[in-house]
């Protein structure tokens, strides 16, 4: 059975990697580090923050990275308005709430952030559930997933990971959830295939075929 699917947010729901991508650039700047090359920017998208700077600031010392979060949330909280969902995710969403699946989000963004994002488009009942990366262990830790798998009382077999990155997918791997990789957000087709998911597709529109498949297995 296809009971639960578990979305990651940032570029997989919401058209952000670019955003995010070089607000972590600025941040490098505002705080004198060499800014990172935009696909290193990229490549760290979905994990927890604090992860996500050591990792595109590895050289910085330590007692700046405060500041470095501050000038990240500085200039993301500035053009946060700006993020909007892929064209047809809404949609989608509220077509698989109909067909009876429990929806979930497991997010790299902290608490505060997803329930702006869900208020801002309007998605507060869609999701049965959401986990963040200020709750439990971030990506590629399980964490979040098995919290919300037994929230909502649902096993690994019944349950899905979509996600844009390498870190969703191994995130499902460690918890023994089948995963599908989106390829229009942080992180290119063939890293996603080296995971191993069910499959990887192009867009929402084939997402959605692919769950409709699952769910007639």
Known sequence: MLRL?????????????????TVLQRACSDVGHPVPELEAARHVIG?????????????????????LAAR???HYLAREAEIALFDGARE???????RDHLLGVATGKTRAGLDRALQQHGLQDVFHATRCADEDAP?????ML??????????????VMVGDTTHDLEMARRAGVRAIGVAHGAHARDKLAEVEPVAVVESLEELEDLLGALRDC
């Open 5 to 21: 699917i578990v979305f990651d947010w940032d570029g997989t729901l919401a058209d952000s990697t670019e955003l995010i991508a």
């Open 47 to 67: 994990l927890g923050l604090s992860d996500a700077l050591r990792h595109v600031a590895p050289a910085l010392d330590r007692e700046q990275f405060p500041s």
């Open 72 to 74: 990240y949330r500085y």
């Open 92 to 98: 989608m969403l509220h077509r698989l709430a109909g």
């Open 139 to 143: 990506k590629p830790d399980p964490a």
């Open 146 to 159: 098995l919290s919300l798998m037994r929230r909502l009382d649902v096993a690994p077999s019944d349950t």
